[in-house]
């Protein structure tokens, strides 16, 4: 057996400065994700311009590090304020806060620890596990199949998403029309640049992305401050005590916890469905079969661990569509995705291939930050807990003011600042419209890889499509099966109505 | 409403690319190299989409309405402070214009003076360390520092 996978890049990761990039990312991680109204997708955009002059292992790996703190942090205010600190962790606060309110936070956070770290770790072995496979297999895959699994991604993303799907898909279609400005993949004709030379290179993904989710956030975030007036002071009240579990409680909870995990990494693997949809999936499983259903919602730890569990194991099962497939299975993977093309890196099966050091090196650096997480969660939730009393307004203005500098440290060039509040602008409109972003932002990357496969298949089909698609089809059926089940999630909505509609029927006609 | 609106802007954008994307040139014969190709076909799938949210939102009869409010004013103000922000670091550099937006923006999201001045030199001495210094990228050209 070739171990070279898992040991190709231990050399990188053994260095200090690795090693204490992959610490300052889960750090921050851990500090946005503890501050509600700062989520993982928010954390990630604001810090890539960090590690802009960093070497492609050490800054890919902090923003790991951030996407891995930010979920599990996000337990820390569901835990002492009753506010999920990121969307993710609304399950967790069920029970984390009953806790604490009994004088238990400490054990609350000490389990959330545990299991958001052994989810996680749990999620990094079956990434392992799976990845390469998948990207063994999707080396094969010719350009109509890579258009299929892009349409199928940018399709389920838009289903999954809060909201209706037409809302979803509308806002993929706005994407995937801003990731044609530039010049075409094929003639190189300008297309939507209007003359201006900044935009031949299409736009500039990092500027679009610190737009929609740092500076649109915080301008939300204000607009509710400006709504209420008075900002609610958060006053913890609650003490945090010795946080790491006992013994019992592991052995209690192991099941648990594996079962939640489990669900996690499948969940986080469907392109659009992430740590919220998982978390309330496990909570729901966890309540079917627990021993005591009743105490859950008033305090037990078994809902944590459910939720917790869950919540951090999608991030391992997001991480296998994004690094075989090139397809990102969220919309903090998609960020990801920029990071990995700042550093002339293409996620997808290539990147097996060329380098496989970066890919090993990725999954021993998640290993490292959970263990981070574990280590950090166990002797720090009293500071953490700290973090709270950030006042709001510096916060906000420090984050607003890093966007810039940040946006501008891309290429030294105003232009991308433009594009960022252009897209700050579109952020905020698309909130009050009610328009889930994470689609757009997954067409923004899906975008040039759709076009240029479906226009390779065209040239190679040249005139004769029909033919060729039906030959393809007999071939190799991937493709058709991949379209098959695009439909049947765009369909679904109508589905369920029809399915609903029958049912009432029937019940009416007894 | 709100519904209304938004489907109608889809359907001005979309409409509006369509009729754009005609001005490319194309080059080759065959479909696989015009570049308004793919445009053009999402363009119209857009426009569907905006017509099927239209008429969802006639049909269901919900009446929404918009409410304007003085918050919504001052988030407008709070987008021209940032363009203000963004010509501010290109004329006149970031020291000086990175303390005096952080100090207003502060001031507007409801800190305490003392806190703000204070945490507006410091914010600003963090960012010119981080970026300028240990990533040392090139200093923005404006007229002071």
Known sequence: MDFSLYTEGLSQILSFQVLFFILLGTVLGIVTGALPGLSAMMGVSILIPLTYSMPPAAG?????????????????????????????????????????????????????????????????????????????????????????VALFGLSIIAYVTQGTLVKGLIAGLIGLLIATIGADPVTAT???????????????FISAMIGLYGVSEVILNSEKYFKQKKDAIVEIKVKVERAIPSFKDFKRLFGNISRSSVIGVIIGAIPGAGGTIASIVSYAVQKKVSKEPEKMGEGSVEGVASAEAANNSCTGGAMIPLLSLGIPGDAVTAILIGAFMIHGLVPGPMLFETNMDLVSAIFLGMVVANIFIMILGFSGAKYFAKLLLIPKPILSAAILSLCFIGTYAIQNNFFDVKVMLAFAVIGYAMHKADIPKAPLVLALILGPLMESNLRRWLSMADGDYWNTLMTAFSN??????????TFITLCMPLLTKLFVSIRQSVSKGR | MRDMITSLVIIIIGSATFIYSNTFSSTGQDIASDPALYPKVISVVLVLFGLILLIRTILSFKVSSIEFSIAQLKVLLLFVLLIFYLFALQYI?????????????MLFLGSK?????????????????????????????????
Do not use: C, H, W
């Open chain 1, 60 to 148: 890919i790996l902090m923003l790991i590090g951030v996407y891995l703190g930010a979920n599990y942090a996000g337990a820390i205010s569901a835990t002492l304020v009753n506010i999920p600190g990121t969307p993710s962790a609304v399950m967790t606060t069920l029970d984390a806060y009953p806790l604490a309110k009994k004088g238990q936070a400490g054990k609350a956070i000490g389990i959330a620890t545990m299991s958001s770290a052994l989810g996680g770790l749990l999620s990094v072995i079956t990434l392992v596990l799976i990845a390469p496979l998948v990207a063994q297999f999707a080396l094969k895959f010719t350009s109509l199949e890579m258009f299929a």
């Open chain 1, 190 to 204: 300008p297309r939507f640049t209007f003359g201006e030379i900044n935009l031949f290179s299409g736009i500039q």
């Open chain 1, 476 to 485: 190799n059926p991937i493709s058709l099966i991949i379209f098959i089940l």
């Open chain 2, 93 to 105: 550099g970031f020291i000086v214009s990175t303390v005096t937006f952080l100090f207003f923006i």
């Open chain 2, 113 to 145: 003076k003392r806190l703000a001045v204070f945490s507006s030199i410091s914010v600003t001495a963090l960012l010119y360390v981080v970026f300028f210094v240990l990533f040392s990228i090139p200093k923005m050209s404006g007229l002071l520092f």
